[in-house]
Each structure stands twice: as C-alpha cells, then as structure tokens.
C-alpha cells in the first residue's frame, strides 16, 4: 500500500497522495483522489458565486434602507459566509493575520484599504483569518465574522467542515488575553490618575482612547502576536479609568471644600467610584443596539479610535504615533517640572487695571496641557468656552464692579486680585444658573431618544431569548438581561449601605438608593446619546452632575429642613454631594462605554468582552483615585488661593457643587445671579433652536457656553490658542500642502492628528510629574521642596517658553507643508541614489 504525504490544514480535512520514498499512489487510488477534489472544487465554486450573489443583495438592501437588521440574518447554524472582494486598483485585501507595522502599512497605501459586504455596519470592517482552504498557508481572504476571523473553516462539510460561522475563535483571533488583562491594569490606573490631576486643574477632562490604543498597540507589538481586537479590548478597559476619574473629581472634592471631610476619605471616595462605574456599564448595555446598530450615531472619538486601529501607517508606522506621545509627555512633564517643582517662574501670566471703580482682567496660564486640550477639542468648541468666558470677565465682572455701591470688593486689592474677588462671590454663580438649565435642558430633549432606545433594546432580548443565544451573531452578544438585573440589585443593595452609614437612618438610605437609580439610568442615558453626537471629551457630564446634586438637595431639603449658616448641619449637603458622585460616574463611564462599543462595532469585537474590559478597567481606579486626590489637594491646595498654596488647583466643578449643595440648605445661594444665569442660558437655548431651524452648520450648545461663564479666564484663554493652533495646522496643510502637491489630500487628518497625540501626551506627561511632585511635597509638608533657587515670581521667562511651544506645537503637525513652501525646492531633502 502507497503512503502519503498530508498537506492538510490543522484539522487534516485533505489527504494528497504524493509519492514519498519512490512508492507511487495506484490508478484507483488516484481516480479517488480526483473525484474528491472535483466534488471539492465544484463546492468551492458553487460557494464563491452564492457569496458574490449575496453580496450585490446586501448591497441593494443597505443602499436602499439606511439602517437595516441584517446583523439578525447571520446566525450560527447558516453556512453562509461573510462576503469579501478584491481591489482591481490596488493591493488591499483584508489584513490577515497579526495586526503588524508591516500589514498597516500595506494596507495604509490603499485609497480604501478594506473591501467588505459591510453587513454590520456602513463601516468598513477589519477581517481575520476565516477563509481557510487546506495546507498551513492558507489564502486568508479574510471571510471572517468582522475582525474575528471565526470564518467558514473548510469546504467539504464530509470532511470535517464546521457547521458555519462559529462563534469564538480565541486561537485564531484572541479578544481577553491575560497579557490584555495586565495592560488594562496599568494604564487606566495611570491615565485614570492623569485625568484627575486634568480635572482639578482645568475644570475639564479629555477621552484618551486614541491614545491608549496607540500605546497598547506600541507594547502588544513589542511582545508578538498582536491582533486588532486585543488591542481594542486594552483600549476599551485604560480608557475606563479616565471616565471615572471625571466623575470623582466633579463631586468628591466638594466635600472637602465645605468642610464635611477634613482629607478625601478613602472609602467612601473608592465605593462612590466602584458602583458608579458599575452602574454606568450595566445601564448603558441595553442602549447599545440602538444608539450604535439602528440610530448610527457618528460617535466621532469611537470612530476615530477604529480608524487609528485599521490604518496606522500615515506616519510611518505606529512606532512614530507612539514617539509623538512620548515626545509630548516629555515636554510636559519637564515644563511642569520647571514651573511647579523648581518654580523658575510663575505659571500664570495676568494683568488687570481700574477703569473707575470698574475693574478688568487679563490671564493666561502657561500650560501646555491646557494648550493640548484646546487642539484636542478644537477651534468651535475653544470658542464657545471663551464666549462664556468673554462674557462674564469682560460683560459681569465690569457691570457689577462698576455700578454696585459700596463696591463688591476691599479696597486695598490689585486689580487682579479685585477681579478674581467679583468672580469668585458673584458672577460665576451666573454660571450655575446656566448649567442648572442646560443640563435639565438636554435631558427634557432626549428623553423620547432614551424611550425608544430602551424599548428598543429589550426587543433584541425577547428575539435573542426565543432564539437562543448560540443564534446570535458574535458581534451582537451584550451580557444577558437576567444578569445585568442581578448585578443592579447586588449594587443597590451595596449602595443602600453606604447611604445608610452616611445619614444614619434608614429611610433617608432608601430614598438616596432609589433617586440615585432612577437619576443614575436617565443621566446615563444622556451621556451615551450625547457621547454618539459630540464625543466622550465633550460630554456634558458636569452640566447633568449639577442638575443631578440641586435636585437632590432640594429634595432632601424637603425631608430634613433647612439649616442656619451658624450652626450648619452639613449631612443634606454631603447626601447631595455623594448621589451627584455615584451619577456622575455613571454618566462619564456610559458615554465612555458606547464609544467604545462602537469602535468595536466597526472593527468586530464581541459587545460582551469589551463590556467585561470595562469593569477590569473601573475596579482598579477606584482603588487608587482617593489617594491621588488627597495627594493632590494636600500638596498644592484646592479652591481659593491662600497664603501657603498661593496657585491652588481651582477644581471648578468640585467647588460649584459643594457651594451650591451647601447653599440649598443655608439659604447662602445668590439668587440674583443664579437667575441671570438662569435667563442667560434661555437665550443661548432660544437662539440655538433658530440656528438649528436654519439648518445652520453654527450651532450654540449652552452647556459649552455655560462652562465657560464658571471657568476662570486664565484657564480658557490657552484652551482657545490650542484650538488656534489646530485651526490654523489644517488651513497650511490644506493651502500649503495638498494644493502645493506636497502631501495627498487624504493625508491630512493624519497629520493633525500628530497633534492629538502630541497633546495627550503632553497632558498625561505634566499630570504624572505633577502628581511625583506632590509626594516629597506632602511628605516633608514643605511647598518649596523642589525650589533650590527659591520662588521666581516673575512669568516672563515661562511666557517666552509657552509661545515657543505653540510654535512648535505648530511645526509638529504641519512641518511638511511649512518647509515646501518656505525653502527652495533644492533645499529640499530627496532619496539618496
């Protein structure tokens, strides 16, 4: 008998006889072989044209409908494969395989470097390693399940063929690796922390899942074998930890601030972020199919996260998008360095005069996170926090100067120093009033959205539950109903706790428990449909948290009655703050959660993995957040500036909520300012609804706007300069660049976003070395630890060094364009022969 050579793939479906030793197959057994491979080849055939036919069908449907359910056609036991093409233009298959710098830059250098059937979505999806067709070297034409590569494994079903599309394949395309597991760990803990030193500092927080997924690509790639959707599951999970630092960091500190907590507390702090958190994933599942698969809402930073993933090869490779975040983390921490540690001169640059008893004011704090922050939420939204800003520094503060008799403020102050004074006691309490009505404002506009949404997604469950959950595509799977149920009724119970410990009587805690649920799922809600229209970084999370807080205490004021300013009793307004704590954490990490769901939409990542990333990347913040904002606050100070913490961090939100939770009870509110802010915002809302009747592409959001008017004017002067910066980065590239020939036109939002990362690094970079600064700080209790050549109070020199930032800030997006136009063509550097 002849022996064989087996050229099989892994499972051995097919046997070719191939002489070994001299010993040839008989004619029989070679007549067997062919018809096998005939039988085999006509199946291979049959199944390319019911694949080609299929795919136009797809395509007549999806053009025809704008949203279709086809997702609900795929189920498991068809053997109907994902449908694929070739570029006739140019080399663009589907990346197959490991996610390396080499395939991204093959398939960077397609015009549309993924040809899909785009049964999911109108995306295009990122394929694995489905097609498989026999021998260890398959043709891997990607005809996986999106980016799973679960794929139609074998073509003669009597030799082993799967019974369709399968649905996980972790061997092929791994999704939860421990590796992943240890990433997730790190660096939301890291970026979790830098968020909150973002917070307090400049009143605002920023999504890092652009630059997570950068550095766990750069670290995943160092250690082999990296694939698309392991990358995305350590984004989803690091970009987690940022969302919840937003949350403790708008509430928590307030109860310092009043005088409720002598040093941020631990516990309480870590369990507020723990079940918050919690609370946010679970709420924000049953909105997933509809706010991402049926309302296709463009979810912008989602989206741009996917397509950092699928095509990282406009600068070369991922290793320089990783050196553009090293190089902007360097630059921030050394500049933080020399301004807070070694205080070489005065971080903020102001100047105010008199004009009468009338006062005005000019500051800029040199930072360059605040600089990168403006890049990264760019021009519109910069201005729209200097209008508020415009109008209540350059409008109120002059007004109320000016004409109130006798004056607003002592009259031994600087101007400068007058200015703040009127801020601080008057007229930022008109921005109260704007957020109060904007945030009720959004949530009034979409509560049909968040109806139909919920009604939408308990639908998919009945029709999952009927078909049972091996019919659900892979890339449908969410955590099932039933358990999301049991895991709100654990958290509340938990919750209950917690609340009863704070106010000591067990009605109280049923109340704080069942508004906290109720607040908790609308704000929740909100922020996942407002993530979908302006991104996680301008979410309005603190807008919903102060509407959540005045609610509450009003509420409470109700049951416990007022206190005296004399003899305060201060458990209404630390209830207040705490249910405001466990929503706002809620709110940030649902908006966070379905923006990255949708990246994992378009690429192909399982809902229900990404979703298990999301809790790994909260529990671990939580532990470390209380620490790092009692660190914080003891080194440098919070709220108004005093004689031992001279620039404090202003922590703004922090600061409004515990003003205005006290205030409630102790009747200590200005009204007349909180109304003006009140009728402020009704025009922006009133004229923003003309503009939207216009179909104006200017729109006016309040809350931006309301932002800005509680903002202190030296922290919205350098957000406005960084949106000047990217301004200006893309008019050069657009003048200069593509209409000179130098770059391709499509090249351009890969070279802005050489900014972005450059400015996420520089934010993670000073927030680091601010929060090492602070522990010698705290530790020897001296400010000036790090000042060996004493305080320098003077900003020039700093001033010198912000401009030439912004100028290299510039020069880093954009250097292409500049040197084309500005050195002669000969100058120029050309390949070496």
């Given at each position: 008998?002849?022996?064989?050579?087996?050229?099989?793939?892994?499972?051995?479906?097919?046997?070719?006889?191939?002489?070994i030793?001299?010993?040839?197959?008989?004619?029989?057994?070679?007549?067997a072989?062919?018809?096998?491979?005939?039988?085999?080849?006509?199946r291979?055939?049959?199944?390319?044209d019911?694949?080609?036919a299929?795919?136009?069908a797809?395509?007549?449907?999806?053009r025809?409908?704008?949203?279709?359910?086809?997702?609900?056609?795929?189920?498991?036991n068809?053997?109907?494969?994902?449908?694929?093409?070739?570029?006739?233009?140019?080399?663009?298959?589907?990346?197959?395989?490991p996610?390396?710098?080499?395939?991204?830059e093959?398939?960077?250098?397609?015009?549309?470097?993924?040809?899909?059937?785009?049964?999911?979505?109108?995306?295009?999806?990122?394929?694995?390693?489905?097609?498989?067709?026999?021998?260890?070297h398959?043709?891997?034409?990607?005809?996986?399940?999106?980016a799973?590569?679960?794929?139609y494994s074998?073509?003669?079903?009597?030799?082993?063929?799967?019974d369709?599309?399968?649905a996980?394949?972790?061997?092929?395309?791994?999704?939860?690796?421990?590796?992943s597991?240890?990433?997730?760990?790190?660096?939301?803990?890291?970026?979790?922390?830098?968020n909150?030193?973002l917070?307090?500092?400049?009143?605002?927080?920023?999504?890092?899942?652009?630059?997570?997924?950068?550095?766990?690509?750069?670290?995943?790639s160092?250690?082999g074998?990296?694939?698309?959707?392991?990358?995305?599951?350590?984004?989803?999970?690091?970009?987690a930890?940022?969302?919840?630092?937003?949350?403790?960091?708008?509430?928590?500190?307030?109860?310092?601030?009043?005088?409720y907590?002598?040093?941020?507390?631990y516990?309480?702090?870590?369990?507020?972020?723990?079940?918050?958190?919690f609370l946010?994933v679970?709420f924000?599942?049953p909105?997933?199919?509809?706010l991402?698969?049926?309302?296709n809402?463009?979810?912008?930073?989602?989206?741009?996260t996917?397509?950092?993933?699928?095509v990282m090869?406009?600068?070369?490779s991922h290793?320089v998008?990783?050196?553009?975040?090293?190089?902007?983390?360097?630059?921030?921490?050394?500049?933080?360095?020399c301004?807070?540690?070694?205080?070489f001169?005065?971080?903020?640059?102001?100047?105010?005069?008199f004009i009468?008893?009338a006062?005005?004011?000019?500051g800029?704090?040199?930072?360059?996170?605040?600089?990168?922050v403006?890049?990264?939420?760019?021009?519109?939204s910069?201005?729209?926090?200097?209008?508020?800003?415009?109008?209540?520094?350059?409008?109120?503060?002059?007004?109320?100067?000016?004409?109130?008799k006798?004056?607003?403020?002592?009259d031994?102050?600087?101007?400068?120093?007058?200015?703040?004074?009127?801020?601080s006691n008057?007229?930022?309490?008109?921005g109260?009033?704007?957020?109060?009505?904007?945030?009720?404002?959004?949530v009034?506009?979409?509560i049909?959205a968040i109806?139909?949404?919920?009604?939408?997604?308990?639908q998919?469950?009945?029709?999952?539950r009927?078909?049972?959950?091996?019919s659900?595509?892979?890339?449908?799977r969410?955590l099932?109903?039933?358990?999301i149920?049991?895991?709100?009724?654990?958290?509340?119970?938990?919750?209950?706790?917690?609340?009863?410990?704070?106010?000591s009587?067990?009605?109280?805690?049923?109340?704080?428990?069942?508004?906290?649920l109720?607040?908790?799922f609308?704000f929740s809600a909100v922020?996942?449909?407002?993530?979908g229209?302006?991104?996680?970084?301008?979410n309005?999370v603190?807008?919903?948290?102060?509407?959540?807080?005045i609610?509450?205490?009003?509420?409470?004021?109700?049951?416990?009655?007022?206190?005296?300013?004399?003899?305060?009793?201060?458990?209404?307004?630390?209830?207040?703050?705490?249910?405001?704590?466990?929503?706002?954490?809620?709110?940030?990490?649902?908006?966070?959660?379905l923006?990255?769901?949708?990246?994992?939409?378009?690429?192909g990542?399982?809902?229900?993995?990404?979703?298990?990333m999301?809790f790994?990347?909260i529990?671990?913040?939580?532990?470390?957040?209380?620490?790092?904002v009692?660190?914080?606050?003891?080194?440098y100070?919070?709220?108004?500036?005093?004689?031992?913490?001279?620039?404090?961090?202003?922590?703004?939100?922090?600061?409004?909520?515990?003003?205005?939770a006290?205030?409630i009870?102790d009747?200590?509110i200005?009204?007349?300012?909180?109304?003006?802010?009140?009728?402020?915002?009704?025009?922006?809302?009133?004229?923003?609804?003309?503009?939207?009747?216009?179909?104006?592409?200017?729109?006016?959001?309040?809350?931006a706007?309301?932002?800005?008017?509680?903002?202190?004017?030296?922290?919205?002067?350098?957000?406005?300069?960084?949106?000047?910066?990217?301004?200006?980065?893309?008019?050069?590239?657009?003048k200069?660049?593509?209409?000179?020939?130098?770059?391709?036109?499509?090249?351009v939002?890969i070279?802005?976003?050489r900014?972005?990362?450059?400015?996420?690094?520089a934010i993670?970079?000073?927030?680091?070395?601010?929060?090492?600064?602070?522990?010698?700080?705290?530790?020897?209790?001296?400010?000036?630890?790090?000042?060996?050549?004493?305080?320098?109070?003077?900003s020039?020199?700093?001033?010198?060094?912000?401009?030439?930032?912004?100028?290299?800030?510039?020069?880093?997006?954009?250097?292409?364009a500049?040197?084309?136009?500005v050195?002669?063509q000969?100058?120029?550097?050309?390949?070496?022969?």
């Open positions: 008998m002849s022996s064989y050579q087996r050229l099989s793939d892994e499972e051995g479906r097919y046997q070719t006889p191939a002489p030793g001299g010993t040839s197959p008989t004619e029989g057994e070679q007549d072989f062919l018809t096998h491979s005939a039988r085999s080849a006509q291979y055939a049959q199944r390319i019911a694949a080609f299929a795919k136009d797809a395509e007549s449907v999806r025809m409908q704008e949203r279709t359910a086809a997702v609900d056609r795929v189920s498991h068809e053997q109907t494969p994902l449908l694929f093409e070739r570029s006739s233009e140019k080399e663009s298959i589907v990346a197959t395989g996610l390396s710098s080499e395939n991204f093959r398939i960077g250098s397609a015009e549309q470097p993924y040809h899909s059937s785009e049964v999911f979505d109108s995306e295009p999806q990122l394929h694995g390693e489905g097609f498989t067709t026999g021998g260890e398959s043709l891997g034409m990607g005809v996986g399940q999106g799973a590569g679960a794929g074998g073509l003669d079903e009597d030799n082993g063929g799967g369709g599309l399968e996980d394949t972790p061997s092929e395309l791994p999704e939860l690796t421990v590796r597991f240890v990433l997730v760990v790190l660096f939301s803990t890291v970026l979790g922390a830098a909150a030193y917070g307090l500092f400049a009143g605002m927080t920023i999504s890092v899942s652009i630059p997570s997924a950068i550095l766990s690509l750069a670290v995943l160092a250690l074998n990296t694939q698309a959707l392991e990358v995305n599951a350590v984004q989803t999970g690091s970009s930890g940022s969302s919840i630092a937003s949350g403790v960091i708008y509430t928590l500190p307030g109860l310092y601030l009043i005088g907590w002598d040093s941020i507390q516990w309480e702090t870590m369990l507020c972020a723990l079940f918050g958190g946010g679970l924000s599942i909105l997933r199919r509809a991402i698969v049926e309302a809402l463009s979810f912008p930073e989602g989206r741009a996917a397509e950092v993933l699928k090869s406009g600068l070369s290793r998008q990783f050196a553009m975040i090293g190089a902007g983390a360097l630059v921030g921490a050394l500049l933080k360095l301004d807070t540690g070694f205080e001169w005065n971080g903020l640059a102001s100047t105010g005069f009468g008893s006062v005005l004011y000019f800029c704090n040199l930072s360059p996170a605040l600089l990168s403006g890049y990264i939420i760019q021009l519109k910069a201005c729209l926090l200097m209008l508020g800003g415009v109008l209540n520094w350059y409008v109120a503060i002059p007004l109320v100067s000016g004409l109130l006798p004056s607003p403020y002592p031994d102050l600087s101007a400068v120093k007058a200015a703040s004074y009127v801020w008057y007229t930022r309490y008109i109260v009033g704007a957020m109060l009505l904007g945030g009720l404002g959004t009034v506009t979409l049909p109806v139909k949404g919920v009604k939408s997604g308990f998919a469950y009945k029709r999952a009927a078909s049972g959950w091996k659900i595509p892979r890339v449908e969410d099932p109903v039933p358990l149920g049991g895991m709100v009724l654990v958290f509340s119970i938990a919750l209950y706790f917690v609340f009863y410990f704070l106010l009587d067990w009605g109280l805690g049923a109340f704080a428990v069942v508004f906290t109720l607040a908790g609308l922020g996942a449909y407002m993530a229209i302006v991104g996680s970084s301008n309005p603190s807008g919903v948290t102060l509407a959540t807080v609610t509450a205490c009003f509420l409470l004021l109700a049951i416990l009655g007022p206190s005296s300013p004399e003899m305060p009793d201060l458990t209404g307004p630390a209830a207040g703050v705490m249910i405001g704590a466990v929503v706002a954490c809620a709110a940030a990490i649902s908006g966070d959660n923006q990255d769901l949708k990246a994992g939409h378009i690429l990542s399982t809902p229900y993995k990404q979703q298990l999301q790994t990347g529990v671990f913040p939580s532990f470390v957040l209380g620490p790092v009692g660190v914080l606050i003891a080194a100070g919070i709220g108004e500036p005093t004689e031992e913490h001279p620039q404090p961090l202003p922590a703004p939100q922090a600061t409004l909520v515990g003003e205005v006290q205030g009870f009747g200590g200005p009204v007349v300012y909180v109304s003006t802010g009140l009728l402020l915002a009704a025009a922006v809302m009133l004229a923003d609804f003309c503009l939207y009747r216009l179909d104006s592409s200017f729109r006016l959001p309040v809350l706007i309301a932002l800005g008017l509680y903002l202190p004017l030296e922290l919205a002067t350098p957000i406005v300069l960084g949106g000047l910066i990217n301004f200006l980065s893309g008019h050069t590239l657009q200069w660049g593509v209409e000179a020939g130098i770059i391709e036109a499509q090249d939002s070279h802005l976003r900014g972005l990362l450059f400015g996420a690094g993670t970079g000073e927030a680091l070395m601010g929060i090492l600064l602070a522990i010698p700080i705290v530790i020897s209790g001296n400010t000036d630890v790090w000042a060996f050549l004493g305080r320098q109070t003077a020039w020199p700093g001033l010198i060094i912000f401009c030439v930032l912004m100028v290299a800030y510039y020069l880093v997006v954009c250097w292409e500049v040197a084309g136009k050195l002669p000969n100058t120029l550097v050309h390949p070496i022969d």
